[in-house]
């Protein structure tokens, strides 16, 4: 992958991940069927971009900065992807409160390393 191309994917695991923590802060319902909560929806879909993302970044990255639970995250993806039906909205809301910032503050410290943001 280049190098030019991993800021860019960075950024996008951040604003994700700052999609799903602006959605728990607004107080919204994160239960009942993804279906039929549109909050729950958007949450488990930035989840889902953001374990694509990583997947992306390969092994070679995850070994560079191994600070960061890479394989956790796309476990997560997985999980979230192919058994969206038995998520357990517990563990998810647990998720997002205890792991989702550190996952933002490493990525964020990764990209200290590249520089400004790339232009949109």
């Not at 990764?110 to 520089?115: K, V």
Request: aromatic share 6%.
């Amino acid at each position: 992958m280049s190098r030019s191309v991993i800021p860019s994917l960075l950024y996008d695991i951040v604003a994700s991940g700052e999609a799903i923590l602006q959605i728990r802060r607004s107080g919204a319902s994160l239960t009942g069927s993804h279906v039929a909560n549109t909050q729950l929806a958007a949450v488990l879909y930035n989840f889902v971009v953001i374990g694509e993302i990583v997947s992306r970044l390969g092994e070679g990255f995850w070994m560079q900065h191994p600070e960061v639970p890479w394989r956790r995250v796309v476990d997560h993806r997985n999980l979230v992807a192919h058994g969206y039906d038995v998520v357990d909205t517990d563990i998810l809301v647990r998720t997002i409160d205890e792991h989702l910032p550190q996952l933002i503050a490493g990525v964020r410290r990764i990209l200290e390393g590249y520089g400004p943001p790339p232009e949109s």
